[in-house]
């Protein structure tokens, strides 16, 4: 931990071993130095300050305690949900895909919804509490591998309904991701020692820092191609510069939202957030000769309506690029084994 006063760093002199201790002014800090009190989240100043005080404060033993995983997880504990009802093998595959060091400071009366949101939001993961009362989070990825089912015209109840996304581009590709990290929660603009370095002054007075990644390719192709912003609560450039990246591969391309109906059975009731399905429709390009399994979709929603029997789901995720290759004559072109030729990737 650093305590600042005016912007320059005071020195740690030591820690306290209880608050009794912080309390006691035989043990008070030499002027111009402080001590901490790690375990009740206190330090103690030397002397009166000259301005105003900050501090950069750091919970946890290791940076594993600070990954999305492990603030989601902490938060639901606060929270007083009991730690059989969070799934485990979410908190893993998470700090599998994004174990970067990520903070939050609240110092005002905030709905715990908004805190797992901000987590969530941080490495582009969704969370809530699925069928069986287990609370999930999980990244949002493109969709890829294998489906857990797939559905033709014939298994839907009616046909497929096109959707625009929720995002306020309406799922417009992305030529620019910026991905703002190490929120400074104290500007400082003023009441800053004259000491302290123009460096350093630049950043007391800015929010954020920002890590941008940029593809101007996709605005030949599209050229209202959206540049995207969003807030994070990494600690580190490269772990936002890394987020940028993998969110601008994701949005550099359109992707595809479809709500359907399908009966509600026992086969379809497994079918939870975050799981992949394919969609196989004579419509919109949902058809590629030669698949059974259709297009890729990840699952956004599921909703069960056991009184009529229907299970509506949205999906999204499918960029349309998979095709059939076609020769000069208009046929398919197939493999001397007889397989159809694609191109394209999800």
């Not at 030397?46 to 919970?59: H, I, R």
């Not at 905030?110 to 805190?115: D, G, I, M, N, S």
């Not at 996304?165 to 020692?193: C, F, H, M, S």
Request: glycine share 8%; aromatic share 8%; hydrophobic share 40%.
């Amino acid at each position: 931990d650093d305590v600042y006063d005016r912007g320059v760093a005071l020195t740690l002199e030591g820690t306290y071993a209880s608050e009794a201790d912080v309390l006691d002014d035989g043990q008070e800090p030499s002027a111009g130095m402080y001590k901490v009190y790690l375990a009740g989240g206190l330090f103690r100043l030397g002397s009166s300050p000259a301005g105003t005080v900050t501090a950069d404060v750091t919970q946890g033993a290791t940076a594993a305690d600070r990954t999305a995983a492990a603030l989601y997880e902490a938060v639901l504990l606060h929270m007083g949900v009991i730690a059989g009802d969070i799934l485990a093998s979410d908190l893993t595959a998470l700090d599998a895909k994004n174990s970067a060091e990520c903070g939050i400071y609240i110092d005002t009366e905030t709905k715990a919804a908004e805190v797992l949101d901000a987590i969530a939001n941080s490495v582009g993961a969704w969370w809530g509490v699925n069928a069986t009362g287990e609370y999930r989070i999980v990244r949002l990825e493109k969709p890829v591998g294998s489906a857990v089912l797939s559905f033709v015209a014939d298994d839907l109840i009616g046909p497929p309904v096109r959707q625009s996304t929720a995002d306020i581009e309406r799922g417009l590709p992305a030529y620019k991701v910026t991905v703002r990290y190490a929120r400074n929660y104290t500007k400082q603009t003023t009441d800053v020692a004259g000491s302290v370095t123009d460096a350093r002054r630049a950043e007391l007075a800015e929010e954020w820092r920002e890590a941008t990644a940029t593809d101007t390719s996709v605005q030949t192709v599209h050229l209202l191609a959206a540049a995207l912003s969003y807030d994070s609560l990494f600690a580190a450039a490269a772990d936002a510069a890394t987020e940028a990246a993998r969110r601008l591969t994701l949005r550099s391309v359109q992707r595809h939202r479809f709500n359907i109906t399908v009966p509600f059975t026992s086969e379809t009731s497994v079918i939870d957030l975050g799981d992949t399905v394919g969609l196989l429709h004579p419509r919109y390009g949902l058809t590629i000769v030669g698949d059974e399994v259709g297009q890729l979709f990840v699952v956004l929603s599921v909703e069960p309506d056991a009184r009529s029997g229907q299970l509506t789901l949205s999906l999204w995720g499918s960029s349309f690029s998979i095709q059939n290759l076609i020769a000069d004559n208009g046929d398919y072109l197939v493999t001397s084994a007889g397989e159809y030729l694609v191109t394209g990737a999800y």
